[in-house]
């Protein structure tokens, strides 16, 4: 199984920039696709930023321009950079590991970690 730790959470003001790491242990890192979910009070998780195994991106339409999802298979680690912080951008981000075998879909979740946008 894949173990999932972010960390780089914070209190940031409107404008402001962060760069959250999501370390990986437990099992074979580069052979899944990894994604940045967030969760914002009383609304639906969802999916900020995704890159594949191969190394392509995509990002929801808010965040796009403003977020950089990256992977370093070297250190079992995805990044996700965000600059241009907004209010609406806080959130609890989850970071997230997936891949389909012959046995269905493993998806692995990290704990989370809060990012707060306000003046």
């Known amino acids: 199984q894949l173990q999932l730790v972010e960390s780089g959470g914070g209190l940031l003001q409107p404008g402001g920039s962060l760069r959250s790491p999501c370390a990986a242990s437990?099992?074979?890192?580069?052979?899944?696709?990894l994604g940045w979910y967030r969760q914002a009070p009383g609304k639906q998780r969802e999916l900020a930023a995704r890159i594949t195994v191969g190394g392509v991106t995509n990002y929801r339409d808010s965040v796009k321009g403003r977020f950089t999802i990256s992977r370093d298979n070297a250190k079992n680690t995805v990044y996700l950079k965000m600059n241009s912080l907004k209010p609406e951008d806080t959130a609890v981000y989850y970071c997230?590991?997936?891949?389909?075998?012959?046995?269905?879909?493993?998806?692995?979740w990290g704990q989370g970690t809060q990012v707060t946008v306000s003046p």
């Open positions: 437990g099992s074979i890192f580069s052979i899944y696709a």
């Open positions: 997230n590991g997936a891949r389909t075998t012959i046995a269905g879909r493993e998806d692995y």
